[in-house]
């Protein structure tokens, strides 16, 4: 997960790819909440890992649920509380998932016990007062501990649930969130054991499809509501939760959006027939697959299974359309920034319910298109989208996600825009709410020109700081990193244990050992295939013989497509001797990095003792100047700044100043507003 302040994405041009989806965060977290009311133990299979059920998990877990790991990935066992009474009292932190909140608000009004229900600070904006004013009905004391209608909240039934007014249908508004309804519908079964419970919806109800949702998995769970067009609901009398031993999350329907807008947008790569989605198929029981029929109506062409789909771009540019979503809520922010593609004005209608999500989803979104140079009408339950007229007329924009996921996921697609502008996410780790490895996905089944992939080069002799600069610029970033002394050192280590001798005499053969060298870079750890060489490669010895490498012209040859493999979506951060001069002439930002022959000969006395190896300062300086001789007047590529380099001498700068400058330099070349900058 990317954690950085902001992810600059490269304009984009072709997708194709297989890609595995996380669970569905509704799926996830009823499910979770159902298995801890029922008797017995669950195994839940394909369960999302996301922030919105941890939070889940960590309030079970303190009303007293056994919560263990499954035999499988992101597979867990819940041991429900069944006839058992909650731990009690408790604080349960909800972070900011309403699909927590809501329903876990319900179950322990109705459980008995003391709890105290808070989250973050935007949660205790997103109105929970219909519900409460519902379980009020039945006689509930719940208090509001902050803003009227808002949580926090506290539960006190200290001397267990008070007598329930069961014989009236219980009322909820249904046209704020559907989250009130399910909330009653998953709790009322805890208490309709003498007879039938019935729940009244007042108004439209919204986001029907999340409904169906609840009712199937009750069903799942044992219990079998009846309704009568949307309106009014029945629990049978006798409910009883009942776990159903195993059962699977599909894949999330709504983080689907994102990939049938990519195959929609994106030309295939050569090759690839598009973007297939696994984990969902047309079956699915969530709403938020009928953004199918919206994507198709708008040019794409969709296929599908049982448990995948396949998206290709059809017509194009995309139709635009008009559309009422009270069907599909949150998958509809996805066609917001389609529209930016269509040819046409695209409407969206009756989506009155993103005002009170994670943030007023109307003003973020309509906000975030205009930046890109979209003509928008923010309506009170409606937005009116026209692209931008001509390619010249797109903006490079950064985008303020407003700690909503939804936002940093749908406008991630922005970066296929025909004006090929980079595109900035602020705060990308919000995804991590519903899809923590969103980017990383994404990054997989993209392509762009080399020509659109930033690069950062960091030269400099021996003992300039240039990799350490590197490395955490690169962390700073989100962009790959490319210590390309390493290289030469992995390709020494791997001669020598090779049996080869490093001379011109077996330079042909160090070469063609250079070209398939299985080199990663993990953080901080270099990996040669699966071993970890980063102490084996840092030797004294090891820079020399890697000093001696960098010398046969064969071997920096062979080594420099190795290196252009690591140019990649989003960026890449190099360090070298070269980089800006030979391996990447068209980085975007050169730096030269240099500093006194003694003050780094200083620092390499001092790196050395911290590991505990014996070391002279006179014989480093002069081991410095053979250095810095050999590879200044060597024949290939000799060690110079580029002629567009900044050279930036660091000899009296520590570490983190010079990443800052060079940071400073990086964010003076970018397109974008003044945002946010980390």
């Given at each position: 997960?990317y954690a950085?302040a902001?992810l600059?994405?490269?304009?984009?041009?072709?997708a194709?790819?297989?890609?595995?989806?996380?669970?569905?965060?509704s799926?996830?977290?009823?499910?979770l909440l159902?298995?801890?009311?029922s008797?017995?133990?669950?195994t839940?299979?394909d369960?999302l890992d996301?922030?919105?059920t941890?939070?889940?998990?960590?309030?079970?877990r303190?009303?007293?649920?056994?919560?263990e790991?499954g035999?499988q990935?992101?597979?867990v066992?819940?041991?429900?509380?069944g006839?058992?009474?909650?731990r009690?009292p408790?604080?349960l932190?909800l972070g900011n998932?309403?699909?927590?909140?809501?329903?876990?608000t319900?179950?322990?009004a109705l459980?008995?016990?003391?709890f105290?229900?808070?989250?973050?600070?935007?949660?205790h904006?997103?109105?929970i007062?219909?519900?409460?004013?519902?379980l009020?009905?039945?006689g509930c004391?719940?208090d509001?501990?902050?803003?009227?209608?808002?949580?926090?909240?506290r539960?006190?039934h200290?001397q267990g649930?008070?007598?329930l007014a069961?014989q009236?249908?219980?009322?909820?508004r249904?046209?704020?969130?559907?989250?009130?309804l399910?909330?009653?519908?998953?709790a009322?079964?805890?208490?309709a054991t003498?007879?039938?419970?019935h729940?009244?919806?007042?108004?439209?109800?919204?986001?029907?499809?999340?409904?169906?949702?609840?009712?199937?998995l009750?069903?799942?769970?044992?219990?079998?509501?009846?309704?009568?067009?949307?309106?009014r609901?029945?629990?049978?009398?006798?409910?009883?939760?009942?776990?159903?031993g195993?059962?699977?999350?599909?894949?999330?329907?709504?983080?689907?959006?994102?990939?049938?807008?990519l195959?929609?947008?994106a030309?295939?790569?050569?090759?690839q027939n598009?973007?297939?989605i696994?984990?969902?198929?047309?079956?699915s029981?969530?709403?938020?697959i009928?953004?199918v029929?919206?994507?198709?109506?708008?040019?794409?062409q969709?296929?599908g299974?049982?448990?995948?789909?396949?998206?290709?771009?059809?017509?194009?540019?995309?139709?635009?359309?008009?559309?009422?979503?009270?069907h599909?809520?949150?998958?509809?922010?996805?066609?917001?920034?389609?529209?930016?593609?269509?040819?046409?004005?695209?409407?969206?209608?009756?989506?009155a319910?993103?005002?009170?999500?994670e943030t007023?989803?109307?003003?973020a979104?309509a906000?975030?298109l205009?930046?890109?140079?979209a003509?928008?009408?923010?309506?009170?339950?409606?937005l009116?989208?026209?692209a931008?007229?001509r390619?010249?007329d797109w903006?490079?924009?950064?985008i303020?996600?407003?700690?909503?996921?939804?936002?940093?996921m749908?406008?991630?697609?922005?970066?296929f825009?025909?004006?090929?502008?980079?595109?900035?996410i602020?705060?990308p780790?919000?995804?991590?709410?519903?899809f923590?490895?969103?980017?990383?996905?994404?990054f997989?089944v993209?392509?762009t020109?080399?020509?659109?992939?930033?690069?950062i080069?960091?030269?400099?002799?021996?003992?300039?700081?240039?990799?350490?600069?590197?490395a955490?610029?690169?962390?700073?970033?989100?962009?790959h990193?490319?210590?390309?002394?390493a290289?030469?050192?992995?390709t020494?280590?791997?001669?020598?244990r090779?049996?080869?001798?490093i001379?011109a005499?077996?330079?042909?053969q160090?070469?063609?050992?250079a070209?398939?060298l299985?080199?990663?870079?993990?953080?901080?750890?270099?990996?040669l295939?699966?071993?970890?060489?980063?102490?084996a490669?840092r030797?004294?010895?090891?820079?020399?013989?890697?000093s001696?490498v960098s010398?046969?012209?064969a071997?920096?040859?062979?080594l420099?497509?190795l290196q252009?493999?690591?140019?990649?979506v989003?960026?890449?951060?190099?360090?070298?001797?070269?980089?800006g001069?030979?391996?990447?002439?068209?980085?975007?930002?050169k730096?030269?990095?240099?500093?006194?022959v003694?003050?780094?000969a200083?620092?390499?006395h001092?790196?050395?003792i911290?590991?505990?190896?014996?070391?002279?300062?006179q014989?480093l300086?002069?081991?410095?100047?053979?250095r810095d001789?050999?590879?200044?007047?060597?024949?290939?590529?000799?060690?110079q700044p580029?002629?567009d380099?900044?050279?930036l001498?660091n000899?009296?700068l520590?570490i983190?100043?010079t990443v800052?400058?060079v940071w400073?330099?990086?964010q003076?070349?970018?397109?974008f507003?003044?945002?946010?900058?980390?």
């Open positions: 997960m950085t902001f600059d994405l490269p304009a984009l041009t072709t194709g790819g297989t890609v595995q989806l996380p669970g569905s965060k799926i996830s977290n009823r499910v159902l298995a801890a009311l008797e017995g133990t669950t839940i299979d369960l996301s922030d919105d941890r939070v889940m998990l960590a309030a079970l303190d009303i007293g649920c056994a919560v790991p035999a990935p992101h597979s066992r819940i041991t429900g509380l006839t058992h009474a909650p009690s408790a604080r932190f998932a309403g699909t927590a909140m809501r329903p876990l319900a179950a322990l459980l008995g016990g003391e105290e229900l808070f989250g973050v600070a935007r949660m904006e997103r109105p007062g219909d519900l409460v004013d519902a009020r009905q039945l004391r719940i509001y501990l902050g803003n009227e209608g808002y949580p926090p909240l539960i006190a200290a649930v008070p007598a069961l009236a249908p219980i009322r909820v249904g046209d704020v969130s559907s989250q009130f399910t909330a009653l519908l998953m009322l079964p805890l208490v003498q007879q039938d419970v729940i009244e919806v007042q108004g439209e109800l919204i986001s029907k499809p999340y409904i169906a949702i609840t009712l199937q009750l069903a799942r769970f044992g219990i079998e509501v009846a309704h009568e067009n949307w309106q609901f029945t629990i049978p009398a006798g409910s009883r939760y009942r776990s159903p195993s059962i699977h999350v599909e894949a999330d329907a709504s983080s689907a959006s994102y990939f049938i807008a195959g929609a947008i030309a295939s790569a050569e090759g598009g973007i297939k696994m984990g969902l198929g047309l079956d029981i969530q709403g938020d009928r953004f029929e919206a994507a198709r109506a708008m040019g794409a969709v296929t299974g049982p448990n995948w789909l396949q998206v290709q771009r059809g017509r194009w540019p995309l139709q635009a359309l008009e559309l009422d979503c009270n599909i809520p949150d998958a509809a922010m996805t066609l917001a920034v389609m529209a930016l593609y269509a040819e046409g004005t695209t409407t969206l209608r009756n989506i319910s993103w005002r009170v999500k007023d989803r109307l003003a979104m906000t975030e205009r930046k890109l140079g003509q928008v009408e923010e309506g009170a339950d409606f009116r989208i026209t931008p007229a390619a010249a903006r490079a924009a950064s303020h996600t407003y700690d909503d996921h939804r936002v940093a749908c406008f991630a697609l922005a970066a825009n025909p004006a090929r502008l980079p595109v900035r602020e705060d780790k919000c995804v991590a709410k519903t923590p490895d969103y980017f990383e996905t994404l997989s993209v392509q020109a080399p020509q659109h992939i930033p690069v080069c960091i030269d400099g002799p021996t003992a300039s700081g240039k990799g350490t600069v590197a955490r610029l690169a962390q700073r970033l989100g962009y990193f490319l210590d390309s002394g290289m030469y050192r992995i020494a280590l791997a001669a020598l090779s049996g080869l001798a001379d005499a077996h330079e042909a160090i070469a063609a050992l070209q398939s299985p080199v990663r870079f993990e953080g901080e750890r270099i990996l295939g699966d071993e970890d060489v980063s102490s490669i030797t004294e010895e090891a820079g020399m013989n890697a001696r010398a046969l012209p071997v920096r040859q062979a420099v497509a252009h493999g690591f140019r990649r989003p960026g890449l951060v190099a360090d070298g001797r070269d980089m001069t030979v391996i990447f002439p068209d980085a975007r930002l730096v030269f990095l240099t500093a006194s003694a003050e780094r200083e620092r390499r001092k790196q050395l911290s590991k505990g190896f014996n070391a002279n300062m014989d300086r002069a081991d410095l100047e053979a001789a050999r590879d200044s007047t060597r024949s290939v590529a000799p060690l580029a002629q380099a900044l050279v001498d000899s009296h520590t983190e100043q800052e400058q400073v330099w990086w003076e070349r970018q397109p507003a003044l945002g946010a900058q980390g």
